[in-house]
């Protein structure tokens, strides 16, 4: 069995070293049985991905300024320069927590990959079950890393694009270099595919732990972001064959206030939408390290406000006219939007509705019109009062094909709004011409620009980890 460093190593002594990246695990716990490596896909470290912080940087974030109501003085620096398109938010010393705390789960995962073969205790399937999930959690922290450090992929120059470190050992002190963005995805597809072979049909225990829907969902979001259109496809239509249940949202109500039931102190609720563990759209659930990620802290911005319509049960459910409900600052009135308080645990990993929307883009691009609005129909009747649902057909958009691919990115945009996505999406719709955007975000009289393909949508590596990393290329 491989040297378990991970966890043997102490924190004094992962200070002083000069290859690894920077991350700092608490245990010293060596696994040793089938149940020691399954356990560590049940502990609180690995129930986590991504940073909500990241959304700040998109246009669908609005941070008003004006008291009563001020957001953006309220977001910690970091924050703050995010929004502004800065892209050194992190000063030394300052934690990243999305490359600290996703290279740490990394380890984890790299520890049940490399070791469970060899352990003792449990059976032959069960333990290349459990290596399955963890190879699918490695290709997801990895295509998330390599689409916020990295420029969008591009099958021309994805080669040569420096893209992140690949860690594929379990040994904080072995030396990574920075592989390409194509070394990158290389590596999720390879994971993801090897994962199917043997993950289960269903979650264990609970929906923290994979799937082989959850597979298929990973190569489709991965193949969607390469462009690469027919297997984006073509992986969707697994998943949704495996797990297409959407649940309709007018079921859902506000609960005012209400008590988060899994937090401590309870604090106000805001409707009775359950967690991502319990959610039935939920294929594999995660939730951000703030379990409420940016609610209460972001308005959504005109343009992402002027998309909705009060029919709109995401609309009425996720965003509200003022926080706390009584007597709330009213952002509506002020600034014609609504501040974004979507609610307790939800799932910012992999779900259904992210499956049709692949699913329906792919066929819009391909000119299939009916098969694409069939898909947004069919989510969108779980989605709108069933006053105002209208079942869309391609006479709706002129038969045109390109009206129809807007249509359909437009209900992504909605249904996706602050879970980590958005961001991606605009990086690869700007390698378009025809999509291609300039956001603008204001503070404190000054207004920022973030320019199509610009270099300022790459965030700088993590300056505690460049620091022990000198032959690393910086981002621009």
């Keep these: 069995m491989k040297k378990l460093t991970l966890y043997i190593i102490s924190i004094v002594a992962l200070t002083g070293c000069d290859k690894f990246l920077d991350i700092q695990p608490k245990d010293k716990f060596i696994p040793t049985t089938t149940a020691d490596f399954e356990n560590m896909l049940n502990s609180g470290t690995t129930v986590n991905f991504g940073d909500y912080f990241w959304d700040l940087q998109s246009d669908d974030a609005f941070l008003p300024e004006g008291e009563p109501g001020n957001l953006y003085s309220k977001q910690q620096l970091h924050g703050r320069r995010i929004y502004t398109f800065n892209t050194n938010p992190y000063d030394q010393g300052a934690n990243d927590f999305l490359w600290s705390e996703g290279y740490k789960r990394i380890f984890y995962y790299n520890t049940i990959i490399n070791n469970i073969m060899d352990a003792t205790e449990g059976t032959e399937a069960n333990k290349k079950a459990v290596r399955a999930e963890a190879l699918l959690h490695r290709a997801m922290e990895h295509l998330l890393l390599v689409n916020v450090y990295a420029h969008h992929y591009d099958a021309a120059k994805a ?254 945009r909605r249904e996706l709004a602050f879970t980590n996505m958005r961001v991606i999406d605009m990086k690869r719709l700007n390698k378009e011409t025809r999509f291609q955007k300039t956001v603008k975000h204001t503070a404190e009289g000054t207004e920022y620009e973030l320019q199509p393909n610009s270099d300022k949508y790459l965030r700088q590596l993590w300056p505690n980890a460049t620091v022990f990393n000198p032959d690393w290329q910086l981002n621009p």
């Design 159 to 412: 080669a040569t694009m420096p893209g992140v470190p690949l860690a594929l050992e379990a040994d904080i002190n072995a030396k990574f270099d920075r592989n390409t963005v194509a070394e990158v995805y290389e590596q999720v597809i390879k994971d993801a595919t090897e994962a199917l072979k043997d993950l289960p049909l269903k979650n264990k225990l609970t929906k923290f732990r994979a799937s082989k829907a959850g597979g298929y969902a990973v190569l489709a979001r991965a193949y969607l972001f390469m462009g690469d259109y027919e297997n984006a496809r073509s992986n969707a239509n697994e998943a949704i064959a495996l797990q297409g249940t959407l649940k309709n949202m007018n079921e859902y109500k506000i609960l005012i206030p209400g008590p988060f039931p899994n937090v401590p102190g309870a604090p106000l609720g805001w409707t009775d939408i359950p967690d991502g563990q319990r959610n039935p759209e939920s294929i594999v659930a995660r939730h951000f390290l703030r379990p409420f990620g940016l609610a209460m802290d972001v308005c959504a911005s005109p343009e992402l406000s002027a998309l909705f319509t009060n029919d709109d049960k995401r609309w009425t459910l996720y965003y509200a006219d003022g926080w706390p409900p009584a007597p709330p600052f009213n952002y509506m009135n002020r600034y014609k939007v609504k501040i974004y308080l979507r609610g307790d645990f939800y799932n910012n990993y992999l779900n259904v509705p992210e499956m049709y929307l692949v699913r329906a883009e792919c066929n819009a691009r391909e000119g299939l019109k009916n098969e694409a609005l069939a898909d947004i129909n069919k989510l969108r009747e779980h989605r709108i009062t069933p006053a105002a649902y209208k079942a869309f057909t391609a006479a709706d958009f002129g038969n045109n094909n390109e009206q129809v691919l807007r249509f359909v990115l437009e209900e992504r």
